[in-house]
């Protein structure tokens, strides 16, 4: 198949934020009542969905947006001092002479992704950055992307590290990749079936057309 827009999820596909999320989950856990993640146990929450990792934690549904909201403007103070995913920094340019349209695809705020975007110099290969502030609104936003710039769904490649991320392409009908690089283990997102799965970066390179 060849895609001609690819779309990205940004925390943990585009920018390693494990850590610094972590950090910010432990910094304004208590204040919900919430116990604190050391790093060896974030290898155990990979093979989670984030259906499972709220249950796990204890997360009371309530308080989500509310926690989301804290920890997205809480980010916004480091997040431009993270780095990229190492070798995606190299393979973008490449890849985006291959295709069409680049976009961006998350759960952050628009403004968080802008400033780390910036602070790599990567701004300008991306056509548009959208976010969703709800953590399983992304399918709908995948649907107003195709209208939006009148696109065959086949002509589509949806990316991200997350089940959520290959879960919400595949409700919108579009294809999906899976990078293991991120928050899901490589053998929880080949449970989903994804079109596509792919270890390295530099993988990326050979599903756009040539």
């Known amino acids: 198949m060849i895609y001609k827009t690819i779309i990205f999820d940004f925390d943990g596909t ?24 050391s790093r060896e146990e974030m290898e ?19 308080k989500i947006p509310f926690f989301i909201a804290k920890g997205t403007l809480a980010m916004k103070r480091s997040i431009s001092g993270l ?14 002479g291959q295709v069409d349209r680049f ?21 300008g290969l991306f056509d548009f950055v959208s976010s969703t502030s709800k953590l399983t609104g992304k399918s709908r ?26 879960q919400a392409a595949k409700k919108a009908g579009i ?3 899976g990078v293991t690089w991120g928050f ?7 449970a989903e079936n994804p079109d596509h799965l792919v270890d390295t970066p530099a993988e990326l390179l050979h599903l756009a057309r040539h």
Not at 184 to 190: F, M, V
Request: with cysteine.
């Open 184 to 190: 899901n283990s490589r053998e929880r997102l080949a």
């Open 141 to 166: 936003h995948l649907n107003a992307t195709r209208k939006q710039y009148q696109l065959e769904a086949a002509e589509m490649l949806y990316v991200g590290d997350e089940v959520r991320d290959l």
């Open 83 to 96: 780095p990229l995913i190492p070798g995606v920094g190299e393979i973008l340019p490449a890849l985006r």
């Open 175 to 177: 294809p999906c990749a």
């Open 44 to 62: 155990g929450f990979r093979s989670y969905t984030i259906n499972q990792f709220i249950e796990e934690m204890k997360i009371p549904k309530t």
């Open 103 to 123: 976009g961006i695809l998350t759960s952050n705020a628009v403004d968080n992704v802008e400033l780390f975007l910036d602070s790599h110099g990567i701004r």
């Open 14 to 37: 585009i920018a390693d934020t494990m850590e610094e999320g972590r950090r910010i989950f432990n910094e304004i856990g208590p204040a919900y009542g919430i116990r604190q993640i």
